[in-house]
Structure formats: C-alpha cells, structure tokens
C-alpha cells in the first residue's frame, strides 16, 4: 500500500483513501459535501479497493444524489419577493411581478410572474447559462486544442458535467450559481475528458497545463457545491 493515493479514481468517483491498521474491511462513506472516502485496511491494493468501488457504484451514485439534493443545509424556498438566488456567485432577489412569462434578470432583481416557482427559474438558468457558457467554452477549448461540437446546459443529477466522445459537453444548470472562476473549471474539466476519458495522472496534467490553479478551485468547488440551489429530481 505504500504506492497508495490519497485519491483513488474509479470512473468518474473521486475516492479519498485513507488506511487504518484497525480495518478489516473497506468502508465506503458519502461525506456531506458529496465527497466519497475509503477507510481501508492496510492490505488492500489499488485494484481490490477499484473492485469494491465499482461493485458499490449504484449505492454510491444513490447517496451522492441525496447528498447533492436534500443536503441538509438547503432551506426550502418559497418563491416569494426577497428571496435569493445565486447567479455567478453573487445573490439575486426574487421580485415576483403579475405579469411575465419567463423569468428575468431587471436591474439586479430576478423577475418571477405569480404562481411561478422552481420549473421557471431552472429555465431561467438554463438559458442564461447556455449564452453565458457558450462565450466562455471557446477560448479554454483552443488553449486545451479541442473541438468542441455542441454545448448543452441540463438537469445532470449529481454530476457538474459530461460529455460525449461526438465533443458534445454538458454542464449542469446548477453550475451558473458558482462563481465564474469554478464554472471555468467545470468547463475545463469537461474539455480536458474530451482527449482523456478518465482521471489518470495525465488527464490532471492536462488540466493542470490550461489552468495551472485548477487545485484551489476544485476544493473550492467541493465546499461550496452543496449549499447550491437544487429543486427537486428531475428538473
Ligand atoms: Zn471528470
């Protein structure tokens, strides 16, 4: 075990490993903030804990997506005058109004008709987000010499992003509540899978070389990424 990474990754899990002499098998735990960690005991190889991970996938994937949509420190919302929403790392208050069909951003208050909620501001954000990500994506995809076919801005459960072996990326709704330094890293980190489709040393080499402190804002990303705005599934 003495080869063995704090990070383990096994297909798009990123595993913090830990070992305890105490083990005498793995633990699988999905931490608060979304993070999955391993305590493991000393005998076990890089290839047995990947075997376990990958037997425990639908588990995992399960209690990340509670993690990611009931997180225990998101308040309910209510849709109502005052309340705020993120929009690139800065908080917007809602102003409902009687009449408007979508939801818009008018002198720093985002307007919501009557009797709208949660569906409107998704599409809202999806919008927006698609405008905004689409100025952004070219200038990193040149710096990281990929094409980039299609961008889309969707509902992607857990998941900050993916994309498609065709260069199509996808970037969580979600995402455009982070400040514009974390979305870059989403973006890139989306990109960079575009020429490697895992998370080896040289995937992060790559992302490291178009975004030297790619690291800060990963752990950035972590500790904000659940404090999010999520409603409930499927939107
Ligand atoms: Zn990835």
Redesign the pocket.
Known sequence: MSDFPGVLHVG?LDVNVSVSERRRSVRLTVERDASVTAVVPPEVSRDELAKVVRAKRSWLYGKLAERRELGESRPAREYVSGEGFPYLGRSYRLRIVDRAREVRLVRGRLELGRGGGAEELVRWYRRVGETWLKRRVEPWASRLGVEVSGLRVLPLGYRWGSCSPSGTVNIHWATMQLPPTLIDYVLV??LA?LLRHD?SAE?WRLVERAMPDFQDRRELLRRLGPDLWLPEEGL
């Open positions: 798009d980190h989306e899978h998370h995937f």
